[in-house]
């Protein structure tokens, strides 16, 4: 988490640590076992026990994220979006009403929003079999409601925009994604 935060090599990391080349092993140990993924879901429930829900989450909000171009991407992973004007990826995530991480899909900015929505539903429905409903961004208009409910049982709740609103507005459901983004 250091590395992440800081951006720096291993080799730079500070005095307390163990050699770079024994925390590296380590951490990717733990990667390829899956411990990461673990300890997230493990403090997923903490949080939310804590918060007095249940366990299991309730509907999530979906909502998708234009990010600009950045020098460790790929040329293959990128592409322009034509809508934000971003050349770079797109990150569609899947949030908890407490803003916490479900899932994630990470694609070029020219993959159409409702085209990686079928990949976050998937991973969505299946990580989480208890869900009964999402709550999506207007992004996700179209047939895309109607898969979701006939192929992963899965209604959604599109949240639009208000009409005649001009730049940023507060919306229901919608603002827990925006806080999770910044």
Do not use: C
Not at 77 to 82: E, F, K, L, M, N
Not at 83 to 111: E, Y
């Amino acid at each position: 988490m250091f590395i992440v935060r800081g951006g720096i090599a291993w080799r730079q990391l500070p005095m307390e640590f163990p050699p770079a080349g024994t925390v590296y092993a380590i951490f990717t140990r733990w990667s390829h076992s899956g411990a990461w993924q673990r300890i997230g879901i493990g403090g997923r429930y903490r949080l939310r026990v804590d918060d007095r829900r249940g366990r299991a989450p309730g509907p999530p909000v979906t909502h998708p994220q234009a990010v600009a171009q950045r020098v460790d991407v790929p040329r293959s992973g990128r592409g322009w979006d034509g809508g934000k004007r971003t050349n770079g990826v797109k990150r569609h995530v899947a949030v908890d009403v407490n803003g916490l991480l479900l899932a994630v899909v990470v694609t070029a900015a020219s993959i159409q929003d409702r085209d990686a929505a079928h990949r976050l539903l998937t991973a969505l429905r299946g990580r989480f079999s208890t869900i009964r409903l999402v709550w999506a961004d207007g992004a996700y208009p179209g047939r895309l409601p109607v898969w979701a409910k006939d192929a992963l049982a899965l209604p959604m709740q599109i949240i639009k925009r208000i009409p005649g609103a001009t730049g940023f507005h507060v919306r229901p459901r919608v603002w827990v994604v925006e806080r999770s983004f910044a």
